[in-house]
């Protein structure tokens, strides 16, 4: 049988069919997943002591930004000793004078430009409440752990800095002045740092994680609906004139 010999494919024919190929449409890569978001993501929080920690994207969680902040050794696991020396840290930010004492102009300026979200949503006069606790007390005031009286309206069930923490305390930093002067020293914040330690360990280990307060960190509160649209007429039907 004779051999057939292979016609050597012409120079341009083969340049043509490469040029045909680079031409053709490369498949995309398949995008990456998004990242997972989470409900906790994006959302004002306010610490135990009162500091705001706004989110800077949707899906930043800003209980963890202060957790990471106040875990000094970064051992994943926050002590009542860092617990208290975050609060130190704070306390001098809020001490504007360096007197030692948050007084009451040092407070004005927390509620007005360090956490001016506590004042939404709030029916309390909290500078008033300092000059009557003891009348307020007999007015339907309610004492919270870490010192302090608030009078709370009875259609609401979080007000103030309650509506973004851990704990309901619509006034954190006035809430730890236990005595009553219209003040607040040092040692009272820390004792308030220690009291609401405790009352955040619910299963008592002797430490916090973000797990854990992640647990009981409220859920965000629903989008109100928006009033809907009547497509049929309710107005009530006119007299038969017949009867």
Avoid: C
């Avoid at 978001?37 to 929080?45: A, D, E």
């Avoid at 202060?66 to 860092?82: I, K, P, S, V």
């Avoid at 040092?186 to 647990?215: M, N, V």
Wanted: proline share 10%; charged share 25%.
């Amino acid at each position: 049988m004779p051999l057939v010999r292979k016609m050597p494919v012409p120079l341009a024919t083969l340049l043509i069919v490469l040029s045909s190929a680079a031409a053709q449409p490369q498949a995309a890569a398949p995008a990456a997943p998004p990242p997972p978001s989470s409900h906790r993501g994006g959302r004002l929080f306010m610490s135990p002591m009162g500091e705001p920690f706004r989110p800077s994207s949707r899906e930043d969680n800003t209980l963890a930004d202060w957790f990471n902040q106040a875990d000094a050794n970064h051992d994943g696991r926050l002590t009542l000793e860092e617990m208290q020396k975050d609060a130190e840290r704070f306390f001098a930010k809020l001490d504007e004078g360096h007197d030692g004492e948050i007084d009451p102009d040092d407070i004005t300026r927390y509620e007005n430009v360090i956490a001016p979200e506590i004042q939404s949503g709030s029916s309390f006069g909290l500078m008033a409440q300092m000059d009557e606790a003891g009348a307020a007390q007999g007015e339907g005031g309610r004492h919270h752990r870490g010192g302090g009286r608030f009078l709370r309206s009875t259609n609401d069930q979080h007000q103030g800095a309650g509506q973004f923490g851990l704990l309901d305390l619509p006034e954190p930093v006035v809430s730890a002045d236990t005595n009553f002067n219209r003040g607040v020293s040092l040692p009272e914040f820390k004792q308030a740092a220690a009291q609401r330690f405790i009352a955040l360990d619910i299963d008592h280990h002797g430490y916090l994680t973000i797990a854990g307060l992640d647990s009981i960190r409220p859920a965000p509160p629903a989008a109100p609906k928006k009033p809907g649209r009547k497509d049929t007429d309710e107005s009530p039907l006119p007299d038969d004139p017949g009867d």
